[in-house]
């Protein structure tokens, strides 16, 4: 199973001077950070490395393939970050952690299955490969691949790999396969055209700045599949 972790040196340049000193510590449970917050801070992105193993699914078939449980299901508004930190000892003396990996856990209200042992109505911790940093003038959204947050409220299709027996600081939840790839938004059948998923912006897909034409060829298939 693929396990994504985001790189530590990426946070390293939040720290203007510090110490060749850094000091794994224990994993800290933070307090929740809302994308959708009302606050009036900038919010900023940045993409993480991932520390991926194989190759990416090509097809939709790939992608069921792999994925422990198929459901639709709505986010709830509940979400939690668990992230992890590293000690950092400062020039000053003075110690600071600093965040290395993270992901953000929010309920899924599940609506439909279409794989796997999970039933309509069920609720499961959704673990999504980003985490959130509170700055005192901005939030700063860390994500994974090309998986920005998403939308509380809203209906998507998972595909899913199942943690919920792992042990170690990330395990506990379900995970969207391969990042971007393990979800998909639901559409009104017939509401949506292939030709019109090829005009859609990377935002109105909950997607960062990467090229997306490898998820709409699957988005398309998935439409077709789960929603006409």
């Given at each position: ?20 000193n850094?000091?794994?510590?224990a ?12 606050a ?18 090509q ?10 449980c198929i ?12 992230i ?11 110690e600071?952690?600093v ?17 796997g ?22 939030k700063?959204?860390?994500y ?29 939840d ?21 030709q019109?998923?090829d005009?859609?912006?990377?935002e ?6 990467d ?17 006409s």
């Amino acid at each position: 199973m693929k396990k994504f972790l985001f790189s530590v040196l990426t946070f390293l340049f939040l720290l203007t001077s510090c110490a060749a000193n850094p000091k794994p510590s224990a994993p800290v449970k933070a307090n929740a950070i809302s994308v959708s917050s009302s606050a009036c801070k900038p919010v900023e992105y940045s993409q993480q490395q991932s520390d991926c193993i194989g190759t990416l699914p090509q097809t939709l078939q790939d992608v069921e393939d792999r994925s422990d449980c198929i459901v639709q299901g709505v986010l709830q508004d509940d979400a939690k970050p668990n992230i992890q930190y590293m000690e950092v000892t400062l020039s000053s003396g003075k110690e600071q952690q600093v965040p290395t990996f993270g992901t953000t856990v929010s309920t899924l209200k599940v609506t439909k299955t279409y794989k796997g042992n999970l039933k309509e109505g069920d609720t499961i911790p959704l673990g999504e490969e980003y985490f959130c940093i509170d700055y005192s003038d901005k939030k700063m959204v860390c994500y994974d691949g090309n998986y920005l947050p998403s939308k509380t409220g809203k209906e998507y299709l998972f595909f899913l790999v199942d943690r919920m027996s792992e042990t170690a600081w990330w395990g506990g939840d379900y995970l969207p396969l391969d990042c971007e790839l393990g979800r998909y938004p639901v559409v009104k059948q017939n509401s949506v055209r292939a030709q019109s998923i090829d005009s859609m912006s990377n935002e109105e897909l909950n997607l960062g700045k990467d090229d997306a034409a490898h998820y709409k060829s699957i988005y398309k298939e998935v439409i077709a599949k789960y929603m006409s």
